[in-house]
């Protein structure tokens, strides 16, 4: 299973970016969920979102919640994080991860998640 990330940057603060997560090797259909965490610099890896592919619902960190979209799109396998209003307490590192739902773990746990891409860096500039 391949899970590569890209569409991140540097933006200033008030601005947008679009994650993507394009995902190989398994069926998209396998997947119990694909999530966003994210990691900042000297801090542990955070949830920021999630949406389970049995029926689109969704689930965000209250950090984010109302300013960022966790969608996905089936037939090129790929889930999407559109980051609006960003602030420079958003700065990390971003991972996409896919969970087969086969752990014990809540939605918002890293434990969950069973495949994890290399990261996309977004910077938030004041």
């Known amino acids: 299973v391949q899970v590569v990330e890209s569409g991140g940057g540097l933006v200033q603060s008030g601005g947008s970016l679009r994650l993507s997560c394009a995902t190989s090797?398994?069926?998209?259909?396998?997947?119990?969920?694909m999530g966003w965490f994210r990691q900042a610099p000297g801090e542990g890896r955070e949830f920021v979102a999630t949406?389970?592919?049995?029926?689109?619902?969704?689930h965000y960190a209250d950090s984010v919640r109302d300013r960022f979209t966790i969608s996905k799109d089936s037939a090129k396998k790929e889930v999407y994080l559109q980051m609006n209003s960003l602030k420079p307490e958003d700065t990390a590192v971003y991972y996409c991860?896919?969970?087969?739902?086969?752990?014990?773990?809540?939605?918002?746990?890293?434990?969950?998640?069973?495949?994890w891409g290399q990261g996309t860096q977004v910077t938030v500039s004041t």
């Open positions: 991860a896919l969970s087969l739902g086969l752990r014990i773990a809540t939605i918002r746990d890293e434990s969950l998640y069973d495949y």
């Open positions: 949406i389970m592919l049995s029926d689109g619902n969704t």
């Open positions: 090797g398994r069926a998209f259909s396998s997947y119990y969920a």
